[in-house]
Structures are given as C-alpha cells and as structure tokens.
C-alpha cells in the first residue's frame, strides 16, 4: 500500500469545516466559507464537486491580486437532507498541477 499526500499551506479554508447546527426536518439553511490562496494572481477553481445529494454549493471569486485569489463558498443543505449528523466531502477542483 502506497499512500502520498501534500499539505497546502498556501490555501485556506476558513471555518475548516461546514457546521449548519441545529436545523428543523423539512428546513433549508445555508452557510459560507472563504477560500484564500496566496501564489498565482491568476489560480482558478474549476469546478466543486460533491457526491451528497442534499447539500448546495456555489462558488464567487471575491479578489484577486497582489498574488492573492480569493472565493466564497455559499453551501446550502437541501429541505429534503435526512435527519441526523451529515459528513460529507467538498472537492475543490482548481487549475493546479498535479503533485506527483
């Protein structure tokens, strides 16, 4: 078994993780996250990805220069999201190479 892995420290996503709280069955909520790189002027993400049938994302690029980009994430969780804790991954797709 043959595992690799890289850590960014040149992206942040603040708050780390998307915490909705309580929410009533049957209620849409939404909350946001910002996402800033410090490197390319001209890093893009492409594309978000995620596998959760209840769960919304849209993505607004909010600055850009300096050598900084940075987006807000708006991830809204469906009326129809089944009751109980939700753990579920967010891809971030950007224009990146691939580390090898």
Not at 28 to 50: C, F, H, M, P
Not at 75 to 97: F, M, R, S, Y
Request: proline share 3%; hydrophobic share 35%.
């Amino acid at each position: 078994l043959m595992v690799s892995g890289h850590i960014r420290s040149d992206v942040i996503v603040e708050p780390g993780e998307v915490q909705f709280g309580d929410v009533d069955q049957g209620t849409a909520k939404n909350a946001e996250l910002t996402v800033q790189y410090a490197g390319r002027s001209n890093w893009k993400i492409n594309d978000v990805r995620s596998e959760c049938d209840y769960l919304t994302v849209k993505l607004k690029r909010e600055e850009q220069g300096g050598g900084r980009v940075g987006y807000r994430l708006d991830v809204g969780l469906k009326d129809n999201a089944p009751p109980g804790n939700i753990q579920q991954e967010i891809i971030l797709v950007t224009d990146d190479i691939k580390f090898e």
